[in-house]
């Protein structure tokens, strides 16, 4: 296996670990999205269908994401009441690669599929309601369906993966984007969702 693909499989070993508890996947996902303390997060829970998070719950999960390596601690910051809130951040995006896929039988792949598709429509959802989808006009909206062989389909393969490579946490764009602006707050977060499979027989 490739250094890349080693790589690739360490942290997808990480990342079943990190969310094999349904809570901890959330509190990824949240810190995925913005930098925050778990007393930001349980009062984002408050809107959970299940009903709140309790503060020492949420606090135990992100050292279990520190300890897995998908989320740090990036700062201490003075809150409302005085205390000192821990401010973290994700560091592995929810991302099932070739190799993780290999290991699941249609099922699994089919569960973990529409959870990916929900997320999608679930973030444009929210973006049209807030009204961002549409703010910029640098921005693009757009479905291809290209006619390939096995080679084509291999080669846009390592293109998303590139993509992929640039857009991660902490990868190259965050990363010089942090070294302009070092405060975890003062960026603009923006979404990428990515789905290239093969289309079902007949038109579409």
Known sequence: MSSSGEERAAVATKLHKALRD?????????????PAAAVDLEARSRQLPEGEIPRQRISYHLNMLVKYECAELVDIVQG????????????????????????MDRSDRNGWSIKILNEGFLRAER?????TFDKRLDRIA?????RLDEQGWAEAWEL?????????????????????????????????????????????
């Open 142 to 146: 757009a479905n291809y369906k290209p």
């Open 80 to 103: 409302s009441r005085g205390a000192m809130k821990k401010i973290y951040r994700g560091t592995t995006p929810v991302l099932v690669m070739p190799p993780e896929w290999a290991k």
């Open 160 to 204: 998303l993966a590139e993509i992929h490579r640039q857009f991660a946490p902490g990868g190259p764009l965050e990363a010089a984007s942090l070294a302009r602006s070092p405060d975890h707050m003062d960026r603009t977060p923006f979404t990428l969702s990515m789905y290239f499979y093969e289309s079902p027989p007949g038109r579409t």
């Open 127 to 131: 973006a049209l309601e807030a009204g």
């Open 22 to 34: 349904p809570t901890r996947a959330w509190v990824l996902a949240q810190i995925n999205d913005a």
